[in-house]
């Protein structure tokens, strides 16, 4: 069965920091471009960052560059997003996903952020 | 990276047919520098629940998707139509659409669905 499991959510404060894991099983992980996607609380679903199966391409949406990395280790089968200079906008549930077919065809259960003091 | 516009609601009783809009730009669901391309995609969401992949590619169905669910698009302009509604179609559906190299991917706003 194919998985996704993140992990290391939690209460943080205004410029703190953050580190989300996302544990992948059943499939072949580095064969797959893998993203971070977010959903604040009673709002719609947002796009955050992509890594390629090789993690030689990386993107992120704008309202996070500079301050959020987007890493994986295949050996691990896991993803990471390494969430620096957190603000209030970015509290979220975050998702990872596996992108296959130009979709985003498997999610993880998701992982509650919140940045507040 | 603007999201893509859907209605905030739709409703429909139990076995009508509903269509749930998603207009874009020629830069995400038309296609991005006049390439045309077919990278739309479509969302179920229950509430607490994470996002299930309902389509792909503009109107391709995942294995275990019903196939009361289609979706087509026209120009800028793709659409999810839910057929033969039932109790458990209630939810928020959202799209998606690639777009471009540097914007990567953009979602719709949601839409809620209600089945009357």
């Known amino acids: 069965e194919v998985l996704l499991g993140e992990s290391g959510g939690g209460l943080v404060q205004p410029g703190g920091s953050l580190r989300l894991s996302c544990a992948a099983s059943?499939?072949?992980?580095?064969?797959?471009?893998m993203n971070w996607v977010r959903q604040a609380p009673g709002k719609g679903l947002e796009w955050v960052s992509s890594?390629?199966?090789?993690?030689?391409?990386?993107h992120y949406a704008d309202s996070v560059k500079g301050r959020f990395t987007i890493s994986r280790d295949n050996a691990k089968n896991s993803l990471y997003l390494q969430m620096n200079s957190l603000r209030a906008e970015d509290t979220a549930v975050y998702y990872c996903?596996?992108?296959?077919?130009?979709?985003?065809?498997?999610w993880g259960r998701g992982t509650m952020v919140t940045v507040s003091s | 990276q603007s999201a893509l516009t859907q209605p905030p609601s739709a409703s429909g009783s139990p076995g009508q047919s509903v269509t749930i809009s998603c207009t874009g730009t020629s830069s995400d669901v038309g296609g991005y520098n006049y390439v045309s391309w077919d990278y739309v995609s479509w969302y179920q969401q229950h509430p607490g629940k994470a996002p299930r992949l309902m389509i792909y590619d503009v109107s391709e169905r995942p294995s275990g998707v019903p196939d009361r669910f289609s979706g087509s698009k026209s120009d800028n302009t793709a659409s999810l139509t839910v057929s033969g509604l039932q109790a458990e179609d209630e939810a928020d559906y959202y799209c998606s659409s690639y777009a471009g190299t540097n914007a990567n991917w953009v979602f719709g706003g949601g839409t809620k669905l209600t089945v009357l």
């Open positions: 059943g499939f072949t992980f580095s064969s797959y471009s």
């Open positions: 996903g596996r992108l296959r077919n130009n979709a985003f065809d498997v």
């Open positions: 890594i390629s199966g090789s993690g030689t391409y990386i």
